[in-house]
């Protein structure tokens, strides 16, 4: 009987450690989600606004709107990537 109640409290501390670890992780996710919060909302409106500009600008040109929306997002999400990139250089120099 003793060993028993050994074996359950070695089980119900398992399941605390268990439940710690999973509690601070979730919480490290969100410290992480909002600390990039502005850099996703940052990226979406230079993507907005890029991809606005080269449909109108294609569209000028006598083109479909689907075909430069395609073409005009593709190159938008290119330069985007691009200027992250060079951003992220910057910081570790």
């Known amino acids: 009987m003793e060993a028993s109640k050994k074996l359950f409290a070695v089980f119900l501390i398992c399941i605390f450690v268990i439940s710690s ?3 601070i992780s979730m919480a490290t996710k969100e410290i992480n989600d909002e600390k990039f919060r502005n850099t996703y909302e940052d990226m979406a409106v ?4 890029c991809c ?3 449909v109108i600008l294609c569209a000028a040109n006598g083109k479909e709107k689907t075909a430069c929306e395609t073409h005009c ?3 938008c999400v290119a330069q985007i990537l691009q200027d992250f990139a ?7 120099h």
């Open 73 to 75: 997002g593709g190159e």
């Open 46 to 49: 230079e993507y907005e606004k």
């Open 52 to 54: 606005t500009k080269c």
């Open 21 to 23: 670890c999973v509690d």
């Open 86 to 92: 060079e951003d992220i250089d910057k910081m570790k």
